[in-house]
């Protein structure tokens, strides 16, 4: 193949890629979409709701840079299994808690603003309207493996990972990351109990 072909056809991949892919925006109306599908009109959820819910959830967020970023300075000091185990468990204790409160997905309309990117990263702000009052929620985001993924809510001006990290290094300072990742873990089996 010649040089000149192979270019032509890098061109049109690269090209495809780009026209074809999803924005930070679209990915969220997305996912906000399979949302309302499944909690519209509901008080509660039942397994297979529940089960939808968490796969939707899970499949949003960046689990891995969410922990990393909730860890901080402690994330370094981890072993590669360590941060494994940790992100495994971070992921499930999130996901079962995205499903407890089922009216912070009962928006009767949300407004998107145009994402500021910063560097390979993007903010959207949002803003969720329930009956008459109104809540902002920030999605950073980047892309993993060509998909906009939330490592970061913040929510009334509460961030995730701020609230996650300043709780895991009061737990790591007083006791220490083994016995952080044993709560964490104990937490799971309550919430599996339920």
């Known amino acids: 193949m ?6 032509f056809i890098t061109l049109i991949f690269l090209t495809n890629n ?18 309302r599908k499944i909690v519209q009109n509901k008080d509660s959820l039942n397994t297979s709701e529940t089960d939808k819910l968490k796969k939707i959830v899970n499949d949003f967020y960046d689990f891995n840079e969410l922990s990393k970023l ?9 072993t590669a299994k360590e941060k494994q185990d940790f992100t495994d468990t971070f992921k499930q204790l999130i996901s079962n808690q995205s499903v407890k409160k089922l009216s912070i997905y009962k928006a009767d309309k949300i407004d998107y603003k145009e ?6 990263k993007v903010t959207v702000v ?13 999605y950073k985001m980047r892309k993993v493996n060509n998909q906009w993924k939330v490592f970061d809510t913040v929510i ?3 961030s995730t990972v701020d609230k996650y990290r300043d709780s ?3 737990k790591i300072k007083k006791t220490s990351f083994t016995e952080l990742l044993t709560k964490l873990k104990q937490n ?7």
């Open 115 to 120: 994402p500021v990117v910063e560097g390979e």
């Open 188 to 194: 799971l089996d309550k919430d599996s109990e339920e």
């Open 168 to 170: 895991f290094y009061k």
């Open 18 to 35: 780009l026209l074809f892919a999803e924005t930070p925006i679209e990915s969220l109306k997305k996912r906000d979409a399979e949302i």
């Open 2 to 7: 010649s040089l000149s072909k192979l270019i």
């Open 156 to 158: 009334d001006e509460a």
């Open 70 to 78: 909730s860890l901080g300075k402690y994330w370094e000091e981890r």
């Open 126 to 138: 949002t803003l969720a309207y329930y009956k008459k009052s109104s809540t902002e929620i920030i």
